[in-house]
């Protein structure tokens, strides 16, 4: 095994460590072998209502799963979830200058890019942004432009945010018990990207 990843889960009931291995490309499959599982304190509805206890409880499920993988945390994946969180879907417009050559990567980072230019309130800050669907020149339900050949390219994106305060008071959180943040990510996201295939 190359390397190790690490999950943390901070829920209303529970906060769950987990670390994995990281199998050889290209399936990169995981095997589990550490866990660590507490009761949640200090959580109300997925947000941090008691920075103490929630950094006590991150503690306690991080030296779990350290003592049963024979790893020592020192960053992870977060967990995001909660009341707080909404999501607005928005279009991104690019012109694709020498169209003959292809659409690009960095042509799609530019588009997504484009539909992030959106009025959020000073209180909430972008978490995510999901490409639902293309447009090539017109021509819609593309699913994936690169390669293609085209002069304008739009995207469909879903822009999940979240309240600042909520994500700082989680971060302090994870921080504060010497855990480095790797990613902030959508808890359903997660979920989803684990056990949903393409069809």
Not at 11 to 38: D, F, M, Y
Not at 126 to 138: A, E, K, Q, S, Y
């Amino acid at each position: 095994m190359d390397r190790t990843v690490v999950a943390l889960d901070i829920g209303t009931t529970k906060i769950c460590t987990l670390v994995a291995e990281v199998g050889p490309p290209p399936e990169e499959s995981l095997r589990v072998v550490g866990v660590g599982t507490v009761p949640s304190r200090g959580i109300r509805k997925g947000v941090v209502v008691n920075v103490n206890e929630v950094a006590a409880a991150i503690v306690d499920s991080v030296r779990l799963a350290e003592r049963t993988s024979g790893y020592e945390i020192a960053s992870a994946y977060v967990g995001l979830a909660g009341a707080h969180i909404n999501a607005v879907n928005s279009r991104g417009v690019v012109a694709i200058s020498r169209g003959e050559r292809g659409i690009r990567t960095v042509d799609v980072e530019r588009a997504l890019e484009s539909a992030r230019a959106i009025d959020i309130p000073h209180n909430r800050e972008i978490l995510h942004i999901i490409p639902r669907g293309f447009t090539v020149d017109g021509d819609d339900g593309v699913r994936d432009p690169v390669g293609m050949q085209g002069y304008r390219l739009e995207v469909e994106a879903h822009i999940v945010t979240g309240a600042t305060s909520s994500i700082k008071n989680l971060i302090r959180c994870v921080q504060s018990c010497g855990v480095q943040i790797d990613a902030l990510v959508l808890e359903p996201l997660a979920s989803g990207e684990a056990v949903l295939t393409d069809i």
